[in-house]
Nanobody
Framework: QVQLVESGGGLVQAGGSLRLSCAAS????????MGWYRQAPGKERELVAA???????YYADSVKGRFTISRDNAKNTVYLQMNSLKPEDTAVYYC???????????WGQGTQVTVSS
């Protein structure tokens, strides 16, 4: 019903930048809210940033001021601009789509972000 295709992960040095993209297709009702989560080895998956179709945003304290989430509703694509990257940002990043009237939440395949020090 919803497919999420992520891109943009990779290897960067501390202080560098990356932009993650998540292209969604399918039932737009299930894309009312979209977000980025990350999971580092041995740690629980955590919400990094989220955005609604109306543009309301949320950021985890650990990334506030460094990361920016945005979306292009015409393209059903959500972005995560990551600046001033730190080694502790190293994780697998997952895109998620959800909607209040959607039975299921949908997840992307995950993309690795590695920040070297």
């Amino acid at each position: 019903q919803v497919q999420l295709v992520e891109s943009g992960g990779g290897l960067v040095q501390a202080g560098g930048s990356l932009r993650l993209s998540c292209a969604a297709s399918g039932d737009t009702i299930c894309m009312a809210a979209m977000g980025w989560y990350r999971q580092a080895p041995g740690k629980e998956r955590e919400l990094v940033a989220a955005i609604t179709s109306g543009g309301r945003t949320y950021y985890a304290d650990s990334v506030k001021g460094r990361f920016t989430i945005s979306r292009d509703n015409a393209k059903n694509t959500v972005y995560l601009q990551m600046n001033s990257l730190k080694p502790e940002d190293t994780a697998v990043y997952y895109c998620k789509a959800a909607g209040a009237t959607c039975t299921y939440d949908y997840w992307g395949q995950g993309t690795q972000v590695t920040v070297s020090s």
